[in-house]
């Protein structure tokens, strides 16, 4: 396919209230894009949205509150999207979260709550949205996997779970869509966002093992969001299929591909 062109075009961002999904807003409306973004978080999002206002006034901005966690609600509010903007020619599944614990901790409620909102609800926007992408000549989806749909470290398995299942249908949706829809899978390594700081635990778990948790969370996210979406885009526009950001996801992606049943205890000992 040729580049994406960003100037006129319309794109829709999940999870655009922080981290890589606001600064892909303010790139992509910079680029000359117009945008539905969308979050549910209210007040974040008025930020944002009035932010965008402010820095690129020529471009129009739809803020949309919405919680992937209601896929009933979702339907609706997708809907509504679509009669305001019959056309999208980027659609950004950016939103997730995060929940601490072992799989013996977590329970089944926050369990499929990680899957919802990481995999389930992606499933279902592009499900919708698809048929709109498809009438624009040139459109593209770009799904927001991870490090850890790479490899899965204990105390992720609801998290690496979810990003391994996006990973897996994305490279799926790729492989049926080539020549006529650009489909990116992006695995970040330690982008600074606020996912440690919003991340749930699991109620069986001790207040020594939370507070430990999201401390080593915190610590490996030290790649600049602002630097994230740059990448993620420049991919977009070259129409690259896989996108690694940040030197912890080129090295952990090359000890997986060698030690694929191993690759946790060569991590143990190099940490």
């Given at each position: 396919m040729p580049p994406f062109r960003f100037p006129g075009s319309v794109a829709l961002v999940t999870g655009a209230a922080s981290g890589?999904?606001?600064q892909m807003a303010y790139e992509l409306a910079r680029r000359g894009t117009d945008l539905v973004i969308l979050d549910r978080d209210r007040e974040r999002l008025a930020d944002v949205?009035?932010?965008?206002?402010?820095?690129?006034?020529?471009?129009?901005?739809?803020?949309?509150?919405?919680?992937?966690?209601?896929?009933?609600?979702?339907?609706?509010?997708?809907?509504?999207?679509?009669?305001?903007?019959?056309?999208?020619?980027?659609?950004?599944?950016?939103?997730?979260i995060a929940f601490g614990g072992s799989f013996e901790q977590l329970s089944a409620k926050d369990f499929d709550s990680v899957m919802t909102i990481?995999?389930?609800?992606?499933?279902?926007?592009?499900?919708?949205?698809?048929?709109?992408?498809?009438?624009?000549?040139?459109?593209?989806?770009?799904?927001?996997s991870s490090l850890f749909g790479i490899v899965a470290p204990p105390g992720q398995s609801a998290?690496?779970?979810?990003?391994?299942?996006?990973?897996?249908?994305?490279?799926?949706?790729?492989?049926?869509?080539?020549?006529?829809?650009?489909?990116?899978?992006?695995?970040?390594?330690?982008?600074?966002?606020?996912?440690?700081?919003?991340?749930?635990?699991?109620?069986g778990a001790t207040e020594k093992e939370i507070a430990d948790g999201k401390a080593t969370f915190a610590r490996l996210l030290t790649y600049p969001a602002d630097k994230a979406a740059l990448r993620i885009l420049d991919g977009v526009e070259k129409r690259k299929g896989r996108v690694l950001i940040a030197a912890s996801a080129f090295s952990v992606d090359a000890l997986a591909r060698l030690f694929p049943s191993s690759y946790y205890a060569v991590m143990r000992r190099a940490m």
């Open positions: 890589m999904g606001e949205e009035k932010a965008l206002h402010a820095q690129s006034p020529g471009r129009s901005v739809d803020a949309v509150v919405a919680d992937l966690s209601d896929l009933d609600a979702l339907g609706l509010v997708l809907e509504g999207v679509l009669d305001r903007h019959p056309r999208i020619d980027l659609l950004i599944n950016n939103a997730g990481n995999f389930t609800a992606p499933v279902e926007i592009t499900r919708r949205l698809l048929p709109t992408l498809l009438k624009s000549p040139g459109a593209h989806i770009v799904n927001i998290y690496s779970s979810s990003k391994f299942a996006i990973r897996g249908f994305t490279e799926s949706l790729r492989h049926e869509l080539v020549g006529r829809v650009g489909v990116t899978s992006v695995h970040p390594g330690g982008i600074k966002t606020r996912i440690a700081e919003t991340a749930g635990t699991a109620a």
